[in-house]
């Protein structure tokens, strides 16, 4: 019994000094644990200074159920059931109940409140018995941040986000995820947890170990003005079509700023979201803009000029043994110029086939020249990979070089075709396309990001010169004329493509078609450039570019000139905008004839009209369904308005 007693003793001794270290880490190892506090990612900011995206704290808000003593528990106990009764609105007797039955089971993290805002959680940590702390009162505060965009589904996709799942897959799309890494992400802190059971881990101080880094904040080129024109502008073409899916981009021309991006895609409901990112990572067959490349590859290689006469036929030509055909009836013999601006196929098809068949490489090489078989190497995740065939291809042949004149047989984004049309507006200087302005910390700049130009000079000045002129006389008298207006100039080329047509005996039961218009404006001294392409408008609406895309050009460039500072300019031209005064004229007298009644805001544009009810001296509440022109209104016109009434306007 003495040497068993001795032996114990010693082992004791041996655990207690020899070996205590070891074990004291070991057990310290299993309870404690420093645990991730994720650091606030850098807010997203429009060229303005607008909020597009940030990262707002929310909180939960637990309790040690057995850390207070008995007689601080007693004491605090009602006040506090009182407190969470006066917040959350059950009975003061029920919070009793749960939080007494908490700590006789033993709870040491019981859920009070949770994913709650800054303001509750300063509120409820001065709650009796909160207050008192993690030690004596046994508060438990745990923080999250949930990225919120202020602008909502406008322009969401190319903000973007960065997203973790389960597995640890990472998904960045737009500026939040491209510049996720490397300047919003931040850098995290750490927080001491002790494990208290059951896999619950409670934080054993109401302070961070380590202060978490916010990250630094991006400011885009973002226009929101801008990017609400064209969202809404696409979105109502979209509903009118029912088409599957659309993209809008609009550039600034000397500087390659993007102001505005939007990507809609249909639900299964009927709705509209931005599901992907169509104007970044979508290359597909651009049909008729492509015409506008083809036939400046033949001016700058002087073997035409644009009165060259091209023969096309009464509307169906035979190229290697396939038809090609115009439509209509033809338009018979006319000139290169006359061929882009009817965009007729046969014509741009035999122009390059009659001077490139015996060497389809030298026309290549003017598309590579131009970069247009590269990707743009945008910030962006994601961008679509253009595929334009050469000589010794697999998807070659004899028909390649006809097909190509006229955008078909070659897949390209619609930021690439855009790129490219920016150029012509900027008198041959090819810029990269940027989504981002400058990076800064508070008010100091980390990074600033300048023009970058990809191609000095894209073709001469004559040949730049001849297509400027040719774009204009598009809107003008050729097939985007439905588009033109006396009083703003508008240049640029109308695009309708066969889709999905590989199964041709299918595609003839069920066409589909993708639509488009590119250009700039004003004509004749570009300010922005902007491409708008719809994917498979219902046919029995209508499905030609100039009907579908162009439409939403128009609208984008006139709601631009009428609706931000650059009106300046517009006046400068020595007219005046019949449409803009009248419409002024009609909301100036309405303003003061309507003081307290509720006016007739029917016929109005939506803004406007919210505008005049929002500064009516009666304060009211004005809900907006739909966009554009206001269709119905819920207060009848002259009745008296009321403090804190709700005003109902339907658009469409």
């Not at 109940?97 to 908490?102: D, G, H, S, V």
């Not at 999250?144 to 389960?166: C, L, Q, W």
């Not at 131009?370 to 961008?383: Q, T």
């Not at 065939?389 to 028909?399: L, T």
Request: net charge positive; glycine share 8%.
């Amino acid at each position: 019994m003495l040497v068993f007693a001795i032996a114990v003793v010693f082992k004791l001794v041996n655990i207690q000094f020899v070996q205590g270290d070891k074990y004291r880490a070991l057990a310290e190892k299993r309870t404690l644990e420093d645990f991730d506090i994720p650091a606030n990612r850098g807010n997203v900011y429009s060229a303005d200074g607008s909020l597009l995206a940030t990262s707002i704290p929310k909180y939960d808000i637990r309790i040690d159920a057995i850390q207070a003593k008995s007689a601080t528990f007693e004491k605090y106990i009602g006040a506090l059931a009182d407190s969470l009764h006066a917040y959350k609105g059950k009975p003061a007797s029920y919070y009793k109940n749960i939080i007494r039955k908490a700590r006789k089971n033993k709870n040491r993290y019981f859920l009070l409140a949770r994913n709650i805002s800054y303001s509750d959680y300063i509120r409820m940590r001065n709650f009796p018995l909160l207050n008192l702390g993690a030690i004596k009162g046994g508060l438990i505060v745990e923080q999250t941040t949930r990225r919120e965009h202020p602008m909502g589904g406008v322009a969401s996709r190319t903000i973007g986000y960065e997203r973790f799942d389960e597995d640890g897959n990472v998904s960045r799309p737009g500026i939040d995820g491209a510049f996720g890494v490397k300047y919003l992400r931040g850098t995290n802190g750490k927080r001491r947890k002790q494990k208290i059971g059951n896999g619950q881990w409670k934080p054993i101080a109401d302070f961070d170990q380590v202060e978490p880094k916010d990250g630094y904040d991006v400011y885009t080129t973002i226009d929101v003005n801008i990017q609400d024109i064209a969202h809404h502008s696409l979105l109502k073409q979209l509903e009118l079509y029912e088409a599957e899916h659309g993209c809008v981009v609009v550039m600034d021309v000397k500087t390659g700023e993007v102001k505005a991006i939007a990507n809609l895609a249909k639900t299964s409901k009927g709705t509209y979201y931005e599901k992907r990112n169509y104007a970044v990572y979508e290359a597909h067959e651009p049909g008729s803009t492509f015409k506008v490349m083809a036939l400046m590859a033949a001016l700058e290689d002087k073997v035409i000029d644009t009165s060259t006469v091209v023969d096309t036929k009464n509307g169906r030509k035979k190229f290697y043994g396939r038809y090609i055909t115009d439509s209509g009836i033809g338009f018979g013999e006319i000139s290169a110029a006359r061929a882009l601006e009817v965009s007729s196929n046969i014509g741009l098809a035999t122009i390059i086939d009659d001077n490139y068949a015996k060497q389809p490489q030298k026309f290549i090489d003017h598309l590579k020249g131009w970069k247009l078989n590269d990707s743009l190497d945008i910030s962006i995740i994601g961008e679509g990979i253009p595929d334009i065939p050469e000589p010794g291809a697999a998807n070659w042949s004899r028909n390649a070089l006809p097909s190509i004149a006229y955008g078909y047989n070659l897949t390209i984004t619609p930021l690439q075709t855009l790129t490219f049309y920016n150029a012509i507006a900027n008198d041959g200087e090819m810029i990269k396309p940027r989504f981002i302005k400058s990076v800064k910390s508070f008010d100091k700049d980390i990074e600033v990001f300048e023009k970058e130009v990809i191609i000095d000079k894209i073709c001469s000045d004559k040949t730049l010169s001849e297509v400027q002129d040719i774009l204009k006389n598009v809107v003008i008298r050729g097939t985007g004329q439905r588009m033109y207006s006396k009083t703003f100039s508008m240049a640029g080329k109308t695009g309708t493509a066969r889709t999905d047509y590989a199964d041709l005996e299918k595609w003839y039961k069920d066409k589909k078609y993708v639509s488009s218009f590119a250009g700039y404006f004003p004509a004749d001294n570009p300010k922005y450039s902007c491409i708008v392409v719809i994917h498979k408008p219902s046919t029995k609406v209508g499905y030609y570019g100039a009907d579908v895309s162009g439409p939403v050009f128009k609208r984008i460039a006139q709601k631009i000139y009428t609706d931000t500072p650059i009106i300046d300019e517009v006046e400068a031209l020595d007219f005046k905008n019949k449409l803009v005064e009248n419409d002024f004229e009609n909301y100036f007298d309405k303003a003061q004839k309507y003081r307290e009644l509720m006016p007739n805001v029917i016929g109005m544009p939506a803004m406007d009209a919210i505008a005049l009810l929002e500064n009516l001296p009666v304060d009211i509440r004005v809900k907006l369904t739909g966009s554009g022109i206001v269709k119905k209104q819920s207060v009848e016109k002259h009745q008296k308005l009321k403090s804190n009434q709700t005003v109902i306007l339907e658009a469409s």
